[in-house]
């Protein structure tokens, strides 16, 4: 009932920038929460970033400073702009909703994951 579609990760250079996207569609009610996690190869999925539909924001420390986690509510899409990027960032990127959702007549709780990117950066 709810998609999450993850776009704009690649390969980038140390101290590089790149926007990853995250556009949610299906028969949304509510976004709540709209998160950022990475999995780096052999290491568990971590937090990166948390937006609420209020506004406050989470970053984990290793990012603080260097990345900015938005969020257009009217497109239900949300974005992480990664500046300065190093070797460590590389990992698989995921978005993930948290929220509510439609099914039928019925107002349901929304957990959802995208697909995730690949974000790689290297010399």
């Known amino acids: 009932q709810v998609r999450l579609v993850e776009s704009g990760g690649g390969l980038v250079q140390p101290g590089g920038s790149l926007r990853l996207s995250c556009a949610a569609s299906g028969t949304i009610f509510s976004i709540n929460v709209m998160g950022w996690y990475r999995q780096a190869p052999g290491k568990e999925r971590e937090l990166v970033a948390t937006?609420?539909?209020?506004?406050?924001?989470n970053y984990a420390d290793s990012v603080k400073g260097r990345f900015t986690i938005s969020r257009d509510n009217a497109k239900n899409t949300g974005y992480l702009q990664m500046n300065s990027l190093k070797p460590e960032d590389t990992a698989v990127y995921y978005c993930n909703a948290d929220g509510f959702y439609m099914s039928g007549p019925q107002i349901r709780a929304l957990d959802a994951w995208g697909q995730g990117t690949l974000v790689t950066v290297s010399a």
């Open positions: 937006l609420a539909s209020g506004g406050s924001s």
